[in-house]
């Protein structure tokens, strides 16, 4: 079965003034969507709207024909939101702080064997396993930064939206970002990402804000 995410004519409004308005799009099973514009053309809250952390003021934001306001518990399973906070607990080792996010994401349980090689992929993925044992107060800004995003591989999210997600990583961090969308892309999912410098990802579609919604 194939799943579509769609934007139909959607506006935004923000301190009284109109950031964006009769925005379309429409993503599905592996499709990647980069946004680009300057600061201020909305990139952060169409991924916040989308993530339904916000609404727009018209228009409608729909999975499978339904609007994902009908029923906001299952549309969040669905997504990973990544925004511009690390949203990472100092306290808590770097192994501590992907076991606690998958509990949070889950059922609350305890965590399965399937999870906790889900945790091990991530912490390899982004050269995190060296570290797993240090308290995450510890770490650099950008280990801080590759901890968040090691998250995406600790939970089955289907839908991942990416806000300026390669802040603060070097090259290696980077090429490592590009690895793991691609394979979920690969794999049915659906990614948007908002991204100012080059990039190096595949097969995508860019939505320029800077001219309104011009899809290329």
């Given at each position: 079965?194939?799943?579509?995410?769609?934007?139909?004519?959607?506006?935004?409004?923000?301190?009284?003034?109109?950031?964006?308005?009769?925005?379309?799009?429409?993503?599905?099973?592996?499709?990647?969507?980069?946004?680009?514009?300057?600061?201020?053309?909305?990139?952060?809250?169409?991924?916040?709207?989308?993530?339904?952390?916000?609404?727009?003021?018209?228009g409608e934001l729909v999975?499978?024909?339904?609007?994902?306001?009908?029923?906001?518990?299952?549309?969040?399973?669905?997504?990973?939101?990544?925004?511009?906070?690390?949203?990472?607990?100092?306290?808590?080792?770097?192994?501590?702080?992907?076991?606690?996010?998958?509990?949070?994401?889950?059922?609350g349980l305890s965590v399965?064997?399937?999870?906790?090689?889900?945790?091990?992929?991530?912490?390899?993925?982004?050269?995190?396993?060296?570290?797993?044992?240090?308290?995450?107060?510890?770490?650099?800004?950008?280990e801080s930064r590759r901890?968040?995003?090691?998250?995406?591989?600790?939970?089955?999210?289907?839908?991942?939206?990416?806000?300026?997600?390669?802040?603060?990583?070097?090259?290696?961090?980077?090429?490592?970002?590009?690895?793991?969308?691609?394979?979920?892309?690969?794999?049915?999912?659906?990614?948007?990402?908002?991204?100012?410098?080059?990039?190096?990802?595949?097969?995508?579609?860019?939505?320029?804000?800077?001219?309104?919604?011009?899809?290329?």
């Open positions: 079965m194939t799943d579509y995410f769609q934007a139909k004519n959607i506006s935004c409004n923000r301190g009284g003034r109109c950031v964006f308005k009769g925005l379309s799009f429409s993503l599905q099973n592996g499709d990647a969507l980069i946004l680009r514009g300057p600061n201020g053309s909305g990139k952060s809250s169409l991924l916040r709207m989308m993530a339904g952390l916000s609404t727009p003021v018209k999975w499978n024909k339904k609007n994902i306001s009908q029923d906001p518990c299952l549309h969040r399973d669905r997504i990973h939101y990544l925004g511009h906070f690390d949203a990472v607990k100092p306290a808590l080792t770097v192994r501590e702080n992907l076991a606690i996010w998958q509990k949070l994401r889950g059922d399965r064997q399937e999870e906790k090689k889900a945790v091990e992929r991530a912490l390899i993925a982004f050269d995190m396993l060296h570290l797993e044992d240090l308290p995450a107060r510890l770490l650099s800004s950008g901890l968040a995003l090691a998250r995406l591989l600790a939970n089955n999210a289907f839908l991942w939206l990416l806000d300026e997600p390669a802040n603060g990583l070097d090259d290696s961090s980077r090429c490592a970002l590009e690895e793991i969308i691609s394979e979920h892309q690969m794999a049915g999912g659906m990614v948007v990402i908002s991204i100012h410098g080059p990039s190096n990802l595949a097969n995508t579609r860019t939505l320029n804000l800077t001219s309104n919604a011009n899809l290329k």
